[in-house]
């Protein structure tokens, strides 16, 4: 079985398109998937995990937590989540804009 060749953000946006192989309908179809894709990405941010008994809140959530040994940061992984989304819709801004 032969591996899977992964092309690195920076080799996919130096790539070079054939204008002839992909007509402006495929252009309109793959934006509005990508606007579509970036809505449900937006869509996904996390809150900050929160319990009613407090004590196993996370830091960051709305009420805080009672356990002060925790100090004041995330501990649920909604930071680091939320982190990736932004890069993500962050670096995929330029796929809903037009094509020149």
């Known amino acids: 079985m032969s591996e899977v060749r992964r ?16 007509t402006e309908a495929d252009y309109d179809t793959l934006r ?3 606007m579509r894709l970036r809505q449900m990405v937006a869509g996904s941010r996390r809150s900050h995990y929160y319990c009613e008994d407090s004590w196993y ?3 960051k959530s709305e009420d ?4 002060k040994r925790q100090g004041n940061e995330c501990n649920c992984g909604a930071d680091e989540k939320n982190a990736a989304i932004d890069v993500l819709l962050r670096e995929t ?8």
């Open 64 to 67: 805080g937590c009672s356990d």
């Open 32 to 34: 509005a998937q990508a």
């Open 57 to 59: 809140s996370c830091p």
């Open 7 to 22: 092309y690195t953000t920076e080799e996919i946006a130096e790539m070079k398109v054939d204008p002839g192989f992909v």
């Open 93 to 100: 801004a330029d796929l809903e804009a037009p094509h020149a």
